[in-house]
């Protein structure tokens, strides 16, 4: 079956620091993957995406993921955490065997960033 | 543009009482999606439209109906409200009706209480 995991539920780390969120997702087909963040009481916002080509994928606030087929994983780095960051973040998958019409989202990560 | 919009923002019921989420986009987007959101659990679809008149189940469809009759409207149906119906709803749209390949829009949510 189809599923996203999001091993951490929380992650703490300093402004300043880098940060790395861990995704890891089972699919059967070649997959589409995302990540989103929200903000408290806010809707969610796509950072990035891949789809095919360039394993590395830039997004937008600073943030870039790497697709490694071999570990099925779709991580979330970012060199120097802003306490701005501070959000969920979903890791999400779809793909063709589904016609691309349903997105699985994993649990989500939420950040904290202390000063 | 405004983007996707949901109304009410806020809602409260008993059990047993029926209500309609709203949904709407001014993109022009075929494709449109309501999900559920639970703590700890992520984003559950509920329901899917690739286009005005066209609509399929997501993953957790029981106690919902939708219908799709303009391309800009996308309301949810709650029929008889359960207490495990208590969750954040979110709608969703993007252009294309193949949304795994494309950027999906979310809506700001509608927090719902059934008593």
């Known amino acids: 079956a189809q599923s996203v995991t999001q091993p951490d539920i929380h992650i703490t780390v300093s402004e300043g620091a880098s940060l790395e969120l861990r995704c890891n997702y089972s699919y059967g087909a070649t997959p589409y993957l995302f990540w989103y963040v929200q903000s408290p009481g806010q809707g969610l916002q796509l950072l990035l995406k891949y789809f095919s080509g360039d394993t590395l994928v830039q997004g937008i606030k600073g943030f870039e993921a790497e697709f490694k087929r071999s570990q099925s994983s779709f991580n979330l780095r970012k060199p120097s955490v802003h306490w701005s960051d501070a959000a969920e973040y979903f890791c999400?998958?779809?793909?063709?065997?589904?016609?691309?019409?349903?997105?699985?989202f994993g649990a989500g990560t939420r950040l904290f960033v202390k000063a | 543009n405004a983007g996707v919009t949901q109304t009410p923002k806020f809602q409260v019921l008993k059990t047993g009482q029926s209500m309609t989420l709203q949904c709407a986009q001014d993109?022009?987007?075929?494709?449109m999606s309501w999900y559920r959101q639970d703590p700890g659990m992520g984003l559950r679809l509920i329901h899917y439209?690739?286009?005005?008149?066209?609509?399929d189940q997501g993953e957790v469809p029981n106690g919902y109906n939708v219908s799709r009759s303009t391309t800009e409207d996308f309301p949810l149906r709650l029929l008889s409200a359960a207490p495990s119906q208590t969750s954040v709803y979110f709608c969703?749209?993007?252009?294309?009706?193949?949304?795994?390949?494309?950027?999906?829009?979310f809506g700001p949510g509608t927090r719902l209480t059934v008593l």
């Open positions: 439209s690739v286009g005005a008149g066209i609509t």
């Open positions: 999400a998958v779809a793909g063709e065997d589904t016609g691309g019409f349903k997105t699985i």
């Open positions: 993109m022009n987007h075929e494709y």
């Open positions: 969703a749209s993007s252009y294309s009706y193949i949304s795994g390949r494309d950027t999906q829009y």
